[in-house]
């Protein structure tokens, strides 16, 4: 009989405990919710501040197109001005030879094929990028090949890829115009 009222009683005292921990759990979940809801309208907020930015950077975008067209205009309307050419300019070469009888300077008076002006070509010419990469693949593709040496297999093949590099750059060179032709 002792063992079913010490059973009625934990299970009363169980019972008890459980409801409040649902009521607890309810709190929980009440503030998390309204913890979520916060989290989400600083988010809007956010959204709002990010729209404001937005919106001053086209309307800033706008002003700066109507000051460029407006520099435009302007720029136009001196560029309309006639100008005067007070001092023009004679420019001599050498010019190079086909034959080695021929090894004079001339004048050099725009009736020659390769102009009067001499145009510099700026940047990295092609044979240069074509010995680079030849050489860097070379020397790839010979360490893999060379299983024993792979040390040797990369300076060969870096040679031989660089070699094949310059002469494949050099023909897009002359093709170009960067280097006279034999």
Known sequence: MKNIVLTGLLSVFLLTACKKDDQVAEKSLEQQKIEFQVKQLDIEKQ?????????????????DSIVE?????????????????????????????????????????????TGTTATKKK??????????????GG???????????????????GVVGGATGYTIGRAGDRKDGRVQPK
Do not use: C, F, H, W
């Open 47 to 63: 959204k709002l501040a990010i729209e404001k930015e937005k919106m001053a950077y086209e309307a800033q975008k706008k002003a």
């Open 69 to 113: 067209v407006q520099k435009a205009k302007t720029a136009t309307v001196n560029n309309s001005r006639p100008q005067v050419i007070r001092e023009t300019k004679t420019i001599y070469r050498d010019r190079e030879s086909s034959s080695s009888s021929n090894n004079g300077t001339y004048a050099d008076n725009g009736n020659s094929s």
């Open 123 to 136: 940047g990295m010419s092609k044979a240069a990028k074509g010995t680079i990469i030849g050489t860097v």
């Open 139 to 157: 020397a790839a593709a010979g360490a893999i090949i060379a299983k024993k040496n792979r040390g040797l297999g990369a300076v060969i093949g």
